[in-house]
């Protein structure tokens, strides 16, 4: 079995994945049991192993990853709660695995370029790595990295994925307004006029992705009313065969196959 883990920032972007690991032909893994059967190492044992209620706190989301396997690789997407969180996530998820992640086949961390270039993010991250004391050894391998969308194929392989699409400024939902274009060309029409009559009233308070997320966050509650926008990824056709070729989609399905192809 190999052993491939992928730290995103928030929901959408586990969605997202969800969706294209699928279209790659991966089976999701909702129940531990099933899980347990397929991990016969229990390699993502002190992953899951998470006591209930998280730090003290009621309210906090329980930091499990979601699981895939697609062949004879068995994936975990950990949703870290926020960009600042990615390189905490990543290191203290890697340490915390019995061989320290020795055995994994790939690591990759998912993130929103937002209003800088890709290799500024690469950049930053690279230096918050090299800062965390007692890091495994495995993730000194993404300080090699030259290039957003780069898989360094050193043991295990590692890569940066930038949103939209390793090139360019922007986020997740970059890509899903391309996607909507396909998927629902007259919804995104209306729900675009709509959301700009309100920009001169409430625009100041958007954050730089804020019209862009309101505009998915529209499409979304007309698809799937009274639904979050990841129920609306992993239900809705945003990543679809049809949008496998979209700018973005078609960026992130390719980095990922080479992430996960087996040798």
């Not at 059967?37 to 002190?46: P, Q, V």
């Not at 090139?167 to 959301?195: F, I, K, P, R, W």
């Amino acid at each position: 079995m190999d052993y491939v883990y992928v730290v995103v920032e928030g929901p959408n972007d586990v969605a997202a994945l969800t969706k294209l690991f699928i279209l790659q032909g991966a089976k999701q893994i909702k129940k531990l049991k099933q899980l347990q059967k397929i991990d016969e190492d229990n390699y993502w044992g002190n992953l899951t192993n998470q006591k209930f209620p998280y730090n003290g706190d009621f309210t906090e989301r329980m930091p499990v990853p979601a699981f895939f396997l697609l062949d004879e690789t068995l994936i975990a997407v950990h949703y870290a709660g926020g960009e600042s969180q990615l390189i905490p996530t990543l290191t203290l998820s890697i340490a915390n695995l019995d061989d320290s992640g020795a055995r994994m086949k790939a690591i990759a961390i998912v993130c929103d370029a937002d209003l800088k270039e890709p290799i500024e993010k690469i950049k930053a991250y690279q230096q918050l790595i090299a800062e965390q004391e007692d890091r495994p050894e495995v993730i000194n391998s993404f300080l090699h990295i030259r290039s957003a969308g780069e898989i360094v194929l050193t043991e295990p392989r590692v890569g940066i994925y930038v949103f939209p699409d390793n090139q360019n400024q922007g986020t997740l939902e970059t890509v899903l307004l391309a996607c909507a274009e396909t998927s629902y060309g007259d919804l995104l029409h209306e729900a675009g006029a709509y959301v700009g009559s309100f920009r001169e009233s409430y625009g100041a308070d958007w954050k730089s992705d804020g019209e862009s997320k309101a505009i998915v966050g529209c499409i979304s509650n007309v698809l799937f009313p009274g639904t979050s926008n990841n129920v609306s990824l992993m239900k809705g056709d945003w990543l679809c065969t049809d949008t496998l070729e979209t700018a973005g989609v078609k960026e992130l399905n390719s980095f990922f196959h080479t992430l996960l192809t087996r040798e």
